[in-house]
């Protein structure tokens, strides 16, 4: 049985970047991926990307990258799941492997936002919602949606606006090693509660930025001393007034299950994880639904640092979507990028027990989709 491994990574600085293009960030990361992997013959290229059409006016991604690092006329490809683009892109790129049709694959994503409108960027985005509904002409947008669960779960839970916070404010922390992170600056919880509100409870600091950068992994059949031990994706309701419940994100919890059951681990068995924290909110439904912790927990386990880098189960050890950055298409490569590097024991935030087993949670829309991905190292 064919077995995918991972043989080379690289990723630019997230953060703003006025004097290079969405290629520029996309060659970047790629030329550091294959020089990792010591160079080997590219059968294919997926790229992860969700605007490049609409703000940098650039199509044909996957094309583009295979001419430019002179790959010759191999197939490519862009994928586009909103904000798990670049996890879909890896995806399709494990499953190519295990098809057997290309022994070496290159997987790149990269998103550049900085340089359009906060208004134009967020109009963009909200593309990834449902346009034909109701919600949408009431002005639904991504933080009114993780808004409005924020406060379901704390009338439900008892967690308080200080929860969030906290999430925050650990992931800036983490940030605070990481150099290619967007945010290095320190914080406090008391600024956290009392930024600028973006919609109630969810203030600045809860809430993803507007980021350029890239991220790029080489997938090979070759055996490399790190295994890609099960990769998994599942779909969710595309609205508010379609959850079944609204404190649930039924496409993180079946992804996560799916890849359990298929790498024969659960979640006592993760040493690491990165999830997709586009609100802080986010960050602790997901550690719910990959059960990490019971359901309606998962802010005690916030509040007594179990998600620390020194804790139960670390989660955003690279400082996560709210201070490392979220250049949409390159998000859920980036994920690999730090996992790889803390099995590797050379990363930001290393763990003091290097660990052996990783889990990337990568999500699209409101709940649209989640990508799984569990990494081994052997």
């Known amino acids: 049985m064919t077995t995918v491994y991972v043989h080379g990574i690289g990723m630019t600085k997230f953060g703003s970047f006025e004097d290079k293009s969405l290629k520029d960030l996309l060659i970047e990361a790629s030329i ?30 996957g094309a583009i990258v295979a001419n430019d690092l002179g790959l010759g006329y191999i197939p490519t490809a862009k994928l586009e799941g909103a904000c798990a683009s670049g996890g879909i892109a890896l995806r399709q790129g494990v499953l190519s492997i295990l098809s057997g049709e290309y022994e070496n694959v290159l997987v790149v994503g990269a998103e550049k936002m900085k340089h359009a409108s906060t208004a134009t960027v967020t109009q963009f985005i909200n593309t990834a919602m449902d346009q034909s509904t109701t919600e949408k002409e009431a002005g639904l947008t991504f933080p009114g949606f993780f808004g409005t669960v924020a406060n379901r ?24 090693n990481n150099p290619l992170a967007q945010f290095q600056k320190p914080t406090t919880i008391e600024e956290i509660v009392n930024a600028r509100m973006v919609t109630d409870p969810l203030g600045l600091f809860d809430c993803s930025p507007i980021t350029d950068g890239a991220a790029a992994v080489v997938l090979s059949s070759k055996p490399s001393n790190i295994k890609v031990r099960a990769s998994s994706q599942s779909s969710g309701p595309t609205l508010m007034q379609d959850a079944i419940e609204l404190l649930s994100l039924p496409a993180v919890k079946l992804s996560g299950e799916i890849a359990y059951e298929k790498a024969g ?19 602790i439904l997901s550690i719910e639904e990959l059960g990490f912790f019971p359901k309606l927990e998962g802010w005690k386990a916030v509040e007594a640092g179990e998600t620390k880098v020194d804790g139960k189960i670390p989660v955003n050890t690279s400082g996560g979507l ?57």
């Open 153 to 176: 779960y704390m009338y439900e839970t008892g967690a308080r606006k200080e929860h969030l916070a906290k999430v925050a404010l650990k992931n800036r922390e983490n940030a605070m």
């Open 265 to 283: 681990l659960g979640p006592d068995d993760i040493d690491v994880a990165e999830i997709h924290d586009c609100f802080s909110m986010t960050e």
């Open 32 to 61: 550091d991926a294959l020089k990792d992997a010591n160079h080997p013959k590219i059968d294919a290229v997926f790229v992860g990307n969700f605007m490049g059409g609409t703000l940098s006016n650039q199509e044909i991604l």
């Open 322 to 378: 709210l201070s490392k950055g979220h250049p949409i298409g390159a998000t859920g490569v980036s994920q690999i990028y730090q996992l790889v590097r803390q099995l590797r024991g050379n990363a930001p935030n290393q763990l003091a027990k290097q660990p052996k087993i990783a889990l990337a949670q990568n999500l699209g829309g409101t709940g649209a989709y989640s990508v799984v991905h569990i990494l081994e190292r052997v």
